[in-house]
Each structure stands twice: as C-alpha cells, then as structure tokens.
C-alpha cells in the first residue's frame, strides 16, 4: 500500500497564508511528477499546481502568482504555499504522484495519477 499524507490544512482568513505538505516514505518525491489538485465543494477535482521530475513548476491560472509549489529533498516532502488567499480556494486539497516523465505543463491538468492522498481541507474565513 502506497500512501502519500497531506498536513498543514486548516481555516484561514482571506487575504492570509497557508502551507500545505505532501510526504511519503514509500518513495522519493524528487523522482515523481507531483501535483496538488483541489475539490471545491459540489466540483470535480481540479489541478492548481504541478511540479515535475526535473522541478520545472506549472499553475492553474487561478492561483498563478499566488500560489507556490516546492520540494524538499531532505524531508522528502511536497509543499504548496498559499498566499493572498481568496474565498474560491476554499476546497480539499489532494496530493497526486505519477511516474510520468511529462513536463508541468502536461502534468497540471491530468487526472489520472499512480497515487493520491487522502486529502486536507482548507477552509477560507471573513
């Protein structure tokens, strides 16, 4: 069973900042093309942020310049930094990693991947 854990949801105001993680210890994160896709409520699954296996990063449109995604080798883990957060980022986020070699501008909008988190919600107050 391969598991990757999201942490770091949670409430936030708008105009704040959030960090969520992404971690595994079943595999390296650098050697994954991994993405963070977000469900609003009532919405299908959504691509916000996609990083490759060369870390060349890719954002949707609605969070470009707000949003940013990292990687950790040392700590194994994924990282998406959410700033300026608006009410229509209020969603679940999921952790999603593919053995695709597809840059991230092929990686953002797939959906179909080898693994996905559970999920971590955030929510957007005020």
């Known amino acids: 069973q391969v598991q990757l854990m999201e942490s770091g949801g949670g409430s936030v105001q708008a105009g704040g900042s959030l960090r969520l993680s992404c971690t595994t210890s079943?595999?390296?994160?650098?050697?994954?093309?991994m993405s963070w896709v977000r469900q609003r409520p009532g919405q299908e699954r959504d691509g916000v942020a996609s990083i490759s296996k060369r870390g060349v990063a890719a954002y949707a449109t609605s969070v470009r310049g707000r949003f940013v995604i990292s990687r950790d080798a040392a700590k194994n883990t994924l990282y998406l930094q959410m700033n300026n957060v608006i009410p229509e980022d209020m969603a679940m986020y999921y952790c999603?990693?593919?053995?695709?070699?597809?840059?991230?501008?092929?990686?953002?909008?797939?959906?179909?991947?080898?693994?996905w988190g559970r999920g971590t919600q955030v929510t957007v107050s005020s």
């Open positions: 999603a990693a593919t053995t695709s070699d597809d840059s991230a501008y092929y990686l953002l909008p797939r959906t179909e991947y080898n693994y």
């Open positions: 079943e595999f390296i994160i650098n050697n994954y093309g």
